[in-house]
Antibody
Framework: EVQLVESGGGLVQSGGSLRLSCEASGIIFSNYWMNWVRQAPGKGLEWVANMNQHGGDQYYVDSVKGRFTISRDNAKNSLYLQMNNLRAEDTAIYYC???????????WGQGTLVTVSS | DVVMTQSPLLLPVTLGQPASISCRSSQSLVRSDGITYLTWLLQRPGQSPRRLIYQVSQRDSGVPDRFIGSGSGTDFTLKISRVEGEDIGVYYCMQGVERPHTFGQGTKLEI
C-alpha cells in the first residue's frame, strides 16, 4: 500500500518559518518527481513546487519564490518544504503528491495544515 | 501561466443521470512530445484529491468506466454516464504541459 504522510504543519506568526516533511512508503520514491500542492480554506488547489527524481531540478510558483525551498532525501524516502517569511495568504492545507501527468502512479498524502496569523 | 477555466462551477445532478464538466485552457496543452497533458481529479468531501483521468482520456486504475474524458488542444470535457452517490465532490482539471502546473477553479457536483 502506498502512503505519503505529511507532518510539520502548525500555527506560526507572520514572518515566521516552518519545515514540512513528507515520508513515502510503498513506492520507489527515487523514481518520482515530487510536488507540494496547497489548498487554502474553502478554496481550490494550487501547485506550489516540485523537484525531479534526484533533486537537480526544482520549480516554484511565483508567489513563493525566494521564500520556500523544496528538497528531498531519497535515502529516507522523504520530501521537504522549508517555508520562510510566511504570510497570511500561505495559510492552507499542504499536500505532498507525485502529481503524475503521465502513466505513473498518482499519489497524495492526507495533508498538513499551516496557519499563519497576522 | 496557463489559465484553466471550468464550467459550470456548481452542477446539480440526479442519481442515474449523466453529467458533464467543461475545461478550457488559455493555450494548447499539447507538449513537444505530441502528448496532451490534461488531468482530471476528484476531491470528495474531507478527503485528499484523487486522479481519475490523465492525458485527456486515460482512466486510472480502479476508476469506473462511467467516467469518460475527451477533448483536444484547449477544450476538454469530463462526462459521467450515470452519476452515482460516490461521485459527489469537487472535480478539478489540471494542466501538466508546463510549470507552474495550474488547476481549474473546481466544479462541485451535488445531488
Amino acid at each position: 500500500e502506498v502512503q505519503l504522510v505529511e507532518s510539520g504543519g502548525g500555527l506560526v506568526q507572520s514572518g515566521g518559518s516552518l519545515r514540512l516533511s513528507c515520508e513515502a512508503s510503498g513506492i520507489i520514491f527515487s523514481n518520482y518527481w515530487m510536488n507540494w500542492v496547497r489548498q487554502a480554506p474553502g478554496k481550490g488547489l494550487e501547485w506550489v513546487a516540485n523537484m525531479n527524481q534526484h533533486g537537480g531540478d526544482q520549480y516554484y510558483v511565483d508567489s513563493v519564490k525566494g521564500r520556500f525551498t523544496i528538497s528531498r532525501d531519497n535515502a529516507k524516502n522523504s520530501l521537504y518544504l522549508q517555508m520562510n517569511n510566511l504570510r497570511a495568504e500561505d495559510t492552507a492545507i499542504y499536500y505532498c503528491s507525485t502529481l503524475a501527468v503521465g502513466d505513473s502512479g498518482d499519489y497524495w498524502g492526507q495533508g498538513t495544515l499551516v496557519t499563519v496569523s497576522s | 501561466d496557463v489559465v484553466m477555466t471550468q464550467s459550470p462551477l456548481l452542477l446539480p445532478v440526479t442519481l442515474g443521470q449523466p453529467a458533464s464538466i467543461s475545461c478550457r485552457s488559455s493555450q494548447s496543452l499539447v507538449r513537444s512530445d505530441g502528448i496532451t497533458y490534461l488531468t482530471w481529479l476528484l476531491q470528495r468531501p474531507g478527503q485528499s484529491p484523487r486522479r481519475l483521468i490523465y492525458q485527456v482520456s486515460q482512466r486510472d486504475s480502479g476508476v469506473p468506466d462511467r467516467f469518460i474524458g475527451s477533448g483536444s488542444g484547449t477544450d476538454f470535457t469530463l462526462k459521467i454516464s450515470r452519476v452515482e452517490g460516490e461521485d459527489i465532490g469537487v472535480y478539478y482539471c489540471m494542466q501538466g504541459v508546463e510549470r507552474p502546473h495550474t488547476f481549474g477553479q473546481g466544479t462541485k457536483l451535488e445531488i
